[in-house]
């Protein structure tokens, strides 16, 4: 089944990139659709005694998939018994968003990797977990739910779209990611800055807190760090999120950069050596007293023993999955 659809994303690939994308994710949600009953026994071959549970969730195996290929909340069944422990959705904002201007995503081939400047395109936090609550029920992973403020609201006033949507996201999400370091929306990532950062982690600390008290359930909140943070900043930015409850760190984001014209968000080969150096940095610091997802330019066994070094807990991955497919979850999971 695997080589079947390894061989149909090779032709989407001759294909603009995210026409190749929507085909991709529609091409493979039919196959789930049709070969179910196969693929999740296969599903369930592949991550036998691979569980490992953090923060009282569950998860079948290490490897998840990263936020920005499932913008909708509709292929969480589809993807996830790929193989995938954890699937991220969004980044959901309170409002719909078109994204940015094309062209906005390039294949760097040669390098591995992908530049995007999309914008968080999203159909809406209300629209974005309703096709989730539809679409998860054959999935027996982790599913979390990335959050961020829309384009026209201002820094000043960005925490209250994060608040709505973790209010939105809290009840259904297994856990939630806080993407305030998203180089493709202007001026975003000021949020981790000395003027902003403690002021928004408070906010939502506190709304997290009720949300906690009110429905009884704890869902985990995990901060998405940028490669591109000054090192100055990093001990602030995690020591104000231990303090208010942030659960763990997801690192790292998308490195700022340009070609061909295109401003924005690097992904694979090119990411990963700032990636490691980030964790490297987050590690020190963290010391284990939050969980870690590593995240950037992980495409082979080597870079997960080189992240389990240090101190990753879990691992994402998305450039590789885009270029390899399915192979690339079968050889992760052969180590972890």
Not at 45 to 67: E, V, W
Not at 129 to 141: D, I, T, V, Y
């Amino acid at each position: 089944m695997n080589h079947i659809i390894y061989f149909c994303l090779k032709l989407l690939r001759l294909l603009p990139p995210e026409v190749s994308s929507y085909l991709s994710l529609k091409m493979n949600k039919l196959f789930f659709l049709i070969f179910r009953s196969s693929i999740k026994k296969n599903y369930q071959a592949k991550t036998k005694n691979k569980n490992i549970s953090f923060l009282n969730l569950n998860f079948p195996n290490r490897i998840g998939l990263g936020a920005g290929l499932d913008k909708e909340g509709k292929y969480v069944e589809s993807l996830g018994n790929l193989g995938f422990g954890f699937i991220e959705v969004g980044t959901f904002t309170p409002s719909p968003q078109k994204g940015n201007e094309y062209p906005r995503i390039k294949r760097l081939k040669s390098k591995d990797s992908l530049i995007n400047r999309l914008g968080f395109n999203n159909p809406g936090i209300d629209i974005g977990l309703e096709n989730l609550k539809r679409n998860r029920s054959n999935f027996n992973g982790i599913v979390g739910v990335s959050i961020g403020k829309n384009k026209n609201t201002s820094l000043e006033s960005a925490h209250l779209d994060y608040i709505y949507c973790l209010k939105k996201a809290y009840p259904i999400a297994d856990y939630i990611a806080l993407n305030i370091s998203s180089p493709n929306t202007e001026g975003l990532r000021e949020l981790s800055s000395e003027d902003y950062f403690r002021r928004l982690i408070f906010e939502i600390n506190t709304q997290a807190t009720k949300l906690f008290k009110d429905l009884h359930k704890f869902t985990p909140l995990f901060l998405k760090i940028s490669p591109d943070e000054n090192e100055e900043r990093i001990e602030e930015i995690i020591e104000s999120s231990l303090k208010n409850n942030i659960s763990g760190f997801i690192v790292s984001n998308t490195t700022l950069g340009e070609f061909e014209n295109i401003s924005g968000g690097i992904s694979g080969g090119l990411l990963k050596d700032k990636s490691v150096k980030i964790l490297q940095i987050v590690n020190e610091i963290n010391a284990n007293r939050g969980i870690v997802i590593s995240s950037g330019g992980i495409s082979s066994k080597e870079d997960l023993r080189q992240r389990r070094k240090y101190g990753a807990d879990l691992f994402q991955i998305y450039t590789s999955f885009v270029y390899e497919g399915p192979k690339v979850i079968d050889d992760l999971l052969s180590w972890s």
